[in-house]
């Protein structure tokens, strides 16, 4: 019998090529046709459902593979990155805590655990969780803005200088090096800006640093052309469009200095209508 086994495994590795690939909905008639319900199928239809915008059938096939096995660390990793993918949390939190108990030397865990606490504001249990994550991409990415946010330039420096040592490809490693050094006002952050936009040139956050030092030191034309690129890539980016208007005010363009304060209140509006998230049912709870 052990010829069906690596039957399945083949079967659900052409599924899982399937997913990788964007092809969700061939993923789910695959899965269909598959005779077997094992942990490992029922977390590849809840990838798939996810892919098809269903989050619900996500949820449900996650939970599934679950109570064929409690243990199962993939079930568990799925079920947290579903709700915090949209806009759930809370119920992240508590998927990943429990995780955490069963493996906690797992990495995705410790990753997903983290950012779920960011995304609470729990900045203190957040940063713990994400530098147990180095040197994952992601969780620096997350701890790096952590610091950010508080203001522990410092900190942001150290991390991003380290980052940059141990991947000097990436793009972010010189962002945030550059965000930290403009936030302790040291001269040279705009060149290190810059080696971001090197390595790639439609990070729109980059773009918005280079402008808001180029605002800040008194070039409004390079600001405007700096911002104009960031909306380019970003047309959310509700601070590039403000500091935009500021440096169109600042070049005597008063109508698209107006048209860029009006941007930015529909984005304000559209930012504090509440978003969607989903209903979370477990261990007695519901949110």
Known sequence: MWWLVLIA???????????NAGRYREAVER??????RS???????????????DPAKAVAEAEAALEVDPRYEPAH?????VFLSRNTPAAAVDVFTDAARMFPESLPVRLGHGLALKELQRYDEAERALAACWPHPLAVDAL????????KFPEAKALAARFVEANPSDYRGYYFLAAAKDGL?????????QRSLERK????AAHALAGKIHLRTGNAAAAAAAFERAIRYRPDLTQAHLQLAQAYRKLGREGDAARE?????????????PKPSLLYHRGGKTQ
Do not use: C, M
């Not at 899965?31 to 077997?36: F, G, M, V």
């Not at 790096?144 to 203001?151: D, E, F, M, P, W």
């Open 77 to 81: 990793v799925q079920l947290g990155f």
């Open 39 to 53: 942990p490992a199928w029922h977390v590849l239809a809840s990838k798939a459902w996810d892919g098809l915008n």
């Open 9 to 19: 495994f083949a079967d659900l590795g052409s599924v899982q090529s399937l997913v």
């Open 144 to 151: 790096a803005t952590v610091y950010l946010i508080r203001s």
């Open 185 to 193: 006002q040291e001269a040279d952050a705009l060149q290190w800006a």
């Open 201 to 204: 040139d439609d990070f729109a």
């Open 261 to 273: 304060f009006a941007i930015v209140r529909d984005l304000k509006e559209k930012e504090a209508r």
């Open 31 to 36: 899965l269909d046709a598959e005779p077997s």
